[in-house]
């Protein structure tokens, strides 16, 4: 079975897309840009005296972030109530109590803003509290079908600011909010414009106390989309939707996304090492948060693609970070099987990601940004060796996996540059299984 590239084929003409758009919400990026908070609300018509809501962990409650953006909201002449409880890889359930808590101290209408601060859960959550809170109802009713109804959110909802701590996930300027839905053992996204943020406020100082492990993690996702997005199909290699309004929020590959993708690419592999063994590196950290959002811009618009969907039901069934997920599942998917696809393309991605590609033929370069990306692995020591150290998967658990991926995960799998089937996917799993030899 492969995946017709169509936007669902029924209802569309078949014809190639020559469009593409670029949305993205205001993006206020530097050392002390949170102190610009008050600024950024202020033009998104948020005025003095305004009541907001702040998602957050109690993690970054700890750390002393939440109260430095209180303060700026002081400053402002603003308020906020602050909701600590967001879970790590969110649940439905999980981001229902956020809307509970919002509900029941602001009624129907909610708050006058939204900020979310943390990594890529508090961002979600943040993200489908706001839409909810819009739109009424519950996320299911927003996910599409078979595993939700699949309505379509109209209305995007008071202002929302997100500020990332993780240099990693893009969630703060993605047109998703990724969700696990326990009962069928998946994760789903809520795919809209109306639940992007309306600004990102990206400050380098809010990512130094992130701990050496989740740095690797999170630029390993970061990673993952530059990548995925530099080796996706180009837009006008999918079909065109009949409406614009239909257009997927993942719709390929255009000059603007590849140009931040290669210099995403050069961004995160050459300060990652830095960044995971000295923390407060400075110049590393705000040099990954700016990978970190060109990837983001370039992956989260352009789509995603193989790895991300192997990476879902992985997440789901073991609760493993996502980052780390799409560590071990990059090299047999994105870097192996993908490669194929365009040799050219990989080969030049070799030279972003720092290889001397002086001497080699196309195909031998194409596959050296593996070997290449593997030892960057192995340099940061925090990551597993493969799937099997990762989550204790092993041979028998890969159908299941398999099926779990092309049968939820259509709307990456759409985007894939090399067609797969099932059994593809099986084999892709397997040899994720061990990436290098474990110690001990
Ligand atoms: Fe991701």
Known sequence: MSYDRSVSAPEHELEAETVWNLQMPQIRFGRDAVGELGHQLAELGVTDGAHGLLVTDETLVDLGHASRVREELTAAGLTADVYDGVEREPSI??????????????????????????????????????????NGGEPLDYIAEPTGSGESLTETGNPLVLLPTTAGTGSEISPVAILSVEEKGIKEGISSNHVRADAAVLDPTLTTTLPADVTAKTAMDALGHAIEGYTTHEYDQLLRAADPGDRPVYAGRTPVTEMFSEKAIELLSGNVRRAVNNGDDLEARENMLQGALFGAIAGLTAGASLCHAMAY????????????????????????????????RFARLAELFGVDTTGMGTR???????????????DLNVLPSGLAELTGVGEDDLDWLAERTVETQKRLLRCNPRPVTKDDVRDIFADALYNWQPEG
């Open 93 to 134: 359930s999980a981001v229902n109590e956020c809307i509970e808590f919002v509900r029941d101290e602001q009624g129907p209408d909610g708050y006058d803003f939204y900020l979310g601060l943390g990594g890529g859960s508090a961002l979600d959550t943040a993200k489908t509290t706001r839409a909810i809170i819009a």
């Open 313 to 344: 039901p992985i997440g789901n069934r073991y609760h493993t970070y996502h980052g780390e997920t799409i560590a071990v599942l990059t090299p047999a998917s994105t870097l192996g099987y993908n490669a194929a696809s365009d040799p050219e």
């Open 364 to 378: 031998e370069a194409a596959d050296s940004i593996k070997e290449a990306y593997l030892d960057l692995q192995q």
